[in-house]
């Protein structure tokens, strides 16, 4: 088969079609296009794209067994380092990973590893085969608290090694962002509940509606277990704290994306929550979580849906693929234009938004050029809800009710590089330590602490 110089390009739903249901939109490769992508590899004698990986997938020797039609040995090779392939091969920022120092991709397009991830676990759960089984215990246990991608990976890793673990999660079902915000035309929360599934085979015990902190504290879980890990993430969203940001209509991304992805909002009135948009509306903000959230809004029932951002293309911190799939769904992107405030009608209900152009001035702390407002350029647009996707921190809760656990200067639980926490026995790691940040990166953090609990507890460290 002769190499290609360009990428497999992977099919997907057509996007006037698409905005009117929830399928997921990326369709995922099929034989054929496994093997033509796969031949695309070099097998580089150092694969600089392993170490571009936080979890340290062997991606070379993944993608040789696809070269060779060995489905099964890729799947096997890609989980001794990865527990969520298929949500990884769905939602890692590739092109700043693996894919960024891939050696094809210095003359031509990169290998698409993360497509051919995904279908290496896509098959996998086709396949039906008898999964993992939970090895004889160690007698020792260990409590997580959260169960997004930070600690259901510390959860999988110590339970493969005989710990009795047991995640307690405040929301009604586990998987962090991966069940409350991404949204379903993204990741299948079928997909999400089966690899859960897996943890659960492995005998991880999941426990939901417990908020720790509130009841049972943190002191309370800690003396029933011999270690504790916090990966309760960073879901408090963030605000301008411009006036008219509490009429009503004016969401924060997360509790629109919950809505719908949690309780089912799309389907009211069958479901008890409603969601009340209208047929206008503006996400300010450019991330992955505005993407989410404005193509949600197409989804259910906005004609005219903006992305509002102060910055612009170039700067813009969304997936090169949900940017595509937006543009490709009838968004517009209002660039270098930023709200000042929020217009309501006499009843508080949210008629518009006053907005001011911007200017590229000199690059800030992130090294991003700054915006800077042009004087006289106010102007309003007219939107029947705002979705605010500006960003989120750790919630304090934990930090504020648990004497003698340090926090970072941004709000997050500070740890050493091995995830210690400043209490002894409790560990941290993901969103919660570092602020948000992506999957990989607090599945990486899960791995890192597991490892550090396991050598305190199994006599390797004292
Ligand atoms: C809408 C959206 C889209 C995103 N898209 C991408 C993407 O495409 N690619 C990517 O790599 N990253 C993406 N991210 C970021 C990524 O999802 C997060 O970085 C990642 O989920 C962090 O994992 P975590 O386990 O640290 O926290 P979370 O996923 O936030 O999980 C934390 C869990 O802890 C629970 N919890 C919190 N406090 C308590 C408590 N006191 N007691 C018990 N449970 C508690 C929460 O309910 C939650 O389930 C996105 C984020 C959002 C919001």
Known sequence: ?????????????????????????????????????????????????????????????????????????????????????????????????????????????????GRLERFAADWERAQGFPQAAAPPPNGKKVAVVGGGPAGLTAAGQLAGKG?????????????????????????PKTIVRWEIQQLKNLGVEIR?????????????????????????????????????????????????LTRINLMGA????????????????AVVGAGNTAMDAVRTARRVGAKEAHIVYRRSEAEMTARAEEYEH??????????????VRFLGDDTGRLRAVECQRMALGEPDHSGRRRPVPIAGSEFELPVDSVIMALGTSPNPLLLKGTKGLSATVRGGIRTDETGATSLPGIWAGGDAVSGAATVILAMGAGKKAAAAIDRLLSGEES
């Open 326 to 339: 937006a543009k490709e769904e009838g968004v517009r992107f209002m660039f270098l234009t930023n709200p």
């Open 266 to 281: 799309a389907s009211f009135p069958e479901v008890d929550t409603p969601v009340r948009i209208g047929t206008r509306v």
């Open 1 to 113: 088969m002769p190499v290609k110089r360009e990428r497999t390009p992977m099919p997907v739903q057509d996007g006037e079609r698409r905005v009117g249901n929830f399928g997921e939109v990326a369709l995922g490769y099929l034989d054929g296009d496994v093997r033509a992508e796969a031949v695309r590899c070099l097998q580089c004698k150092t694969p600089y794209c392993e170490e571009g990986c936080p979890v340290g997938v062997p991606i070379k020797e993944f993608i040789k067994h696809l070269q060779q039609d060995d489905v099964r040995g890729a799947i096997g090779a890609i989980k001794r380092t990865n527990s969520l392939p298929a949500v990884c091969g769905r939602v890692c920022p590739q092109e700043d990973q693996c894919e960024k120092v891939c050696i094809m991709g210095k003359r031509f397009q990169p290998v698409a590893i």
């Open 163 to 187: 710990y009795a673990v047991t995640v307690f999660e405040a929301l009604h079902e586990p998987g962090g962002v991966l069940s409350y915000g991404i949204p379903e035309f993204r990741l």
């Open 208 to 256: 939901t509606n417990v908020v720790v902190g509130k009841s049972p504290t943190l002191d309370e879980l800690k003396a029933g277990y011999d270690a504790v890990f916090l990966g309760t993430g960073a879901g408090l969203p963030v605000f301008m704290g411009i006036p008219g940001e509490n009429l009503i209509g004016v969401y924060s991304a997360n509790e629109f």
